[in-house]
């Protein structure tokens, strides 16, 4: 009996501390599941270690990326906004400094017109009596039928011009596009007086079949007249018709030429400057001998700065006037 006492005591000790390190163990389990509770929740990918980290640079790279690529276009957009300001700007210099050269040169030209009087300072004025003393308004007295400058017609596709006679069909083909644009310019404009008329014009605003105002294009242009007087300007007249009514509207208009004014003026050396002479020939060997004995006496003895050239057409002559050529050329290096 003394024996198995201590056995039992051991075995009853041993359970105790087992059971004491259970029950710390789930006093511990217990507790950590209590913090696991009390944690404050996050996304789904925290949970996984390194997930989300990953996926959150990535996208924040790509935030970086989209805004830096918005910055450089807004960046290239206000450049160019300030490119085209600046542009804007140098134009509108270059206008104003250009008006006020005009202005400058109204103001200083001189017009040699009628006696050569000095321009007026004024331009518009000076213009003004250029109408005044064109015909498109008073009638001038010439001395023949030969003074009469004649009138050219033109459509929309076409010009006429007598100055090319019987000889030739009058019709200009192509109107070249100086005069194309001359004219679409002149139609344009009077156009403009016709829907836009001024308080003193002698017409009134005419109304459609419907009430609406009557408004006139291009398509209404019948045919136009025009001449220039060389020293004054150039007079249009233009006739416009629409198809449903009975009556045309005809517009005159007149471009007045402004006063002479000064584009250049220089001196031009001469000294070492070159004559070309080309000489067109075939056969006529005996007027060439006498042209190059004028030539060798006016321009050889004399100026010395003359390129002579010869073409020739055929070949009966030919040697004649090389040797003719030769005998010249050995006799002018002969002299220098």
């Known amino acids: 009996m003394l024996i198995r006492m201590p056995r039992r005591g051991l075995i009853l000790h041993t359970r105790t501390h087992w059971l004491l390190?259970?029950?710390?163990?789930?006093?511990?389990?217990?507790?950590?599941?209590?913090?696991?509770?009390?944690?404050?929740?996050?996304?789904?990918?925290?949970?996984?270690?390194?997930?989300?980290e990953n996926y959150g640079k990535e996208y924040?790279?790509?935030?970086l990326q989209e805004q830096e690529e918005h910055?450089?276009?807004?960046?290239?957009?206000?450049?160019?906004?300030?490119?085209?300001?600046?542009?804007?700007?140098?134009?509108?210099?270059?206008?104003?400094?250009?008006?006020?050269?005009?202005?400058?040169?109204?103001?200083?030209?001189?017009?040699?017109?009628?006696?050569?009087?000095?321009?007026?300072?004024?331009?518009?004025?000076?213009?003004?009596?250029?109408?005044d003393k064109a015909e498109v308004s008073i009638g001038a007295k010439?001395?023949?039928?030969?003074?009469?400058?004649?009138?050219?017609?033109?459509?929309?596709?076409?010009?006429?011009?007598?100055e090319m006679g019987l000889t030739r069909h009058p019709e200009e083909k192509p109107v070249r596009k100086d005069k194309r644009d001359?004219?679409?310019?002149?139609?344009?404009?009077?156009l403009e007086v016709i829907n836009n008329p001024d308080e003193d014009d002698?017409?009134?605003?005419?109304?459609?079949?419907?009430?609406?105002?009557l408004i006139f294009n291009e398509n209404d242009f019948i045919e136009g007249y025009y001449r220039t007087e060389r020293d004054k300007g150039t007079q249009y007249e233009l006739f416009f018709k629409k198809a449903d009514?009975?009556?045309?509207?005809?517009?005159?208009?007149?471009?007045p030429?402004?006063?002479?004014?000064?584009?250049?003026?220089?001196?031009?050396d001469i000294t070492r400057s070159i004559i070309n002479i080309i000489v067109p020939l075939a056969e006529r060997t005996e007027a060439f001998i006498q042209f190059m004995q004028n030539f060798r006496d006016v321009c050889i003895h004399q100026d010395k700065k003359i390129h002579l050239t010869v073409v020739y057409f055929g070949k009966e002559g030919l040697s004649k006037v090389k040797s003719i050529l030769e005998s010249v050329t050995r006799l002018a290096s002969s002299t220098w």
């Open 71 to 131: 910055y450089q276009t807004r960046a290239t957009s206000l450049k160019r906004q300030i490119a085209q300001l600046k542009q804007e700007l140098q134009e509108m210099s270059e206008k104003m400094r250009s008006l006020q050269e005009r202005k400058n040169i109204g103001a200083n030209g001189i017009g040699y017109q009628g006696n050569k009087e000095q321009a007026p300072s004024d331009l518009l004025e000076f213009l003004h009596s250029q109408i």
């Open 202 to 213: 002698e017409q009134e605003d005419e109304e459609g079949p419907l009430g609406e105002k």
């Open 182 to 190: 001359e004219l679409v310019e002149v139609i344009e404009a009077g």
């Open 257 to 268: 030429f402004g006063p002479l004014m000064k584009v250049k003026s220089e001196m031009i």
């Open 245 to 255: 009514l009975m009556e045309y509207r005809h517009v005159t208009l007149f471009r």
């Open 21 to 52: 390190l259970g029950l710390a163990l789930l006093c511990s389990l217990v507790l950590f599941m209590y913090l696991l509770e009390c944690a404050p929740q996050t996304d789904g990918n925290a949970s996984l270690p390194g997930v989300g």
């Open 60 to 63: 924040y790279q790509a935030l």
């Open 142 to 162: 010439l001395p023949s039928e030969y003074g009469v400058i004649p009138f050219e017609s033109f459509t929309l596709m076409k010009v006429f011009q007598l």
